[in-house]
């Protein structure tokens, strides 16, 4: 089973992708952008090796207008260098990757020219997934698209364009089931006749029941069927409902004690969790499937937390650090339960100066004289108001870049 995030990495230090509008994208600007992109990528899949994470969804904007007439680079050429050395990690690391087009990209639209810029779309993702020297394990997620109507017309439709594709791009689509137009009885149908993997996800059929009988493993099991050996494993979405939010919301977190009962009433597959917090959730979930069940991952974990958690409730902060000093326990869902206790809690004018005086520590020793004044004139702002909290923070960030404090420079103290 691997455990997979879409996208964005928070809370890790310089793993920010870039991108520009039409009136930007130069020739040396695309260039510029597209190597920041894929060393900022090289350093994700770094972290995400060294935190358990083996899926990972790449943004389909990591090449600025990848799929546009305004980008005629060949990049995979220009960058084959940093292309292989990714490829590499991700062969020794065992990391499935997979991309999803956006809303945009339809393929049972009546119009034309929609389907036109839908293929050269699914032909970028396609190029990229090469480029990577990725098998065709590594997918392109694609929903159905529009009802238009008349469903039954619409998903001819879809199916008359999906055997004009490319054999290259066949090999790597896969079709989901949506929360507004397509259940997943609708997507299994397609998916068996057309022979196209099956991605079930949890959440769209909350939304969009097909039959309310049936269960979360009856449908990963049908959808199962969907899939060849070439394919890799069955992979689904999981996404746990925002409370008081529009109906199929993603919830902030994954809540480890549902997600745990989830996985214990399913087959084996892949997993790509949906959620909010990204990174930290599928960190969650890799510390709960791990047969490696130490204490020092929740240590790890602790370590990337603990300032943040001071600033939120000191309570709780000294609860959970009195839940780990029992080393021979693994106490991991009530320990992630006291950390989004915490989290929900607002912090305090007094609770945020004490947080900052703890990161503050680091630095008081070798800073010098005017970053000393510096903090305390921060200090002095926020407690009047003039200075938000995220200026003392944005202070003390730069201060653990200049010292190299690795140790705070992997805190989320700073990112959220």
């Not at 310089?14 to 060393?39: S, V």
């Not at 469903?151 to 896969?174: C, G, M, P, W």
């Amino acid at each position: 089973m691997k455990i997979g995030y879409a996208c964005l990495t928070l809370g890790v230090y310089n793993t920010n992708f870039r991108t520009c509008t039409l009136k930007t994208a130069t020739k040396e600007h695309l260039l510029t952008l597209i190597k920041h992109n894929l060393d900022t990528l090289d350093r994700i899949i770094d972290y995400n090796s060294s935190m358990g994470i083996t899926h990972f969804r790449i943004s389909s904007d990591i090449i600025p207008f990848g799929s546009s007439p305004v980008n005629t680079l060949s990049w995979e050429e220009i960058f084959k260098e940093e292309f292989h050395l990714i490829a590499e990690k991700l062969k020794i690391n065992a990391i499935r990757v997979s991309m999803h087009p956006g809303q945009y990209t339809v393929l049972n639209s009546p119009n034309e020219e929609v389907v036109k810029r839908a293929i050269d779309d699914l032909a970028y993702h396609t190029r990229f997934l090469t480029a990577l020297e990725t098998a065709k394990s590594s997918k392109i997620i694609l929903h159905i698209g529009g009802v238009y109507g008349d469903k039954e017309t619409a998903i001819a439709r879809f199916e008359k364009n999906y055997h004009l594709l490319s054999q290259a791009i066949k090999d790597r689509l896969v079709i989901e089931n949506d929360d507004k137009s397509y259940h997943i009885g609708d997507v299994l149908a397609i998916g068996l006749t057309n022979q196209i993997p099956v991605i079930y996800d949890n959440l769209h059929n909350q939304v969009l029941p097909f039959d309310l009988s049936k269960d979360d493993h009856y449908f990963i099991t049908v959808a199962n069927q969907t899939w060849k050996t070439e394919d890799g494993t069955q992979k689904i979405h999981y996404s746990q409902g925002a409370k008081l939010k529009r109906a199929g919301s993603h919830s902030k977190t994954i809540d480890l004690e549902v997600f745990n009962a989830f996985i214990n009433s399913i087959p084996d597959v892949d997993i790509m969790l949906e959620v909010k917090d990204k990174n930290l959730s599928a960190i969650k979930a890799a510390n709960l499937i791990t047969p490696n069940k130490k204490i020092s991952n929740l240590e790890k974990e602790w370590a990337k937390y603990k300032y943040n958690i001071l600033e939120h409730d000191p309570t709780l902060y000294n609860e959970i650090r009195t839940l780990l000093k029992d080393k021979e326990a693994y106490p991991i869902i009530k320990f992630y339960s006291l950390i989004d206790q915490a989290l929900l809690i607002e912090p305090s004018e007094g609770t945020r100066i004490n947080a900052a005086s703890h990161v503050w520590g680091y630095f008081k020793e070798s800073a010098t004289e005017k970053e000393r004044n510096q903090y305390a004139s921060y200090i002095e702002s926020f407690k009047k108001g003039t200075y938000s909290i995220n200026a003392v923070k944005g202070m003390l960030l730069k201060l653990a870049v200049k010292y190299k404090n690795d140790y705070l420079l992997s805190s989320y103290y700073f990112h959220f």
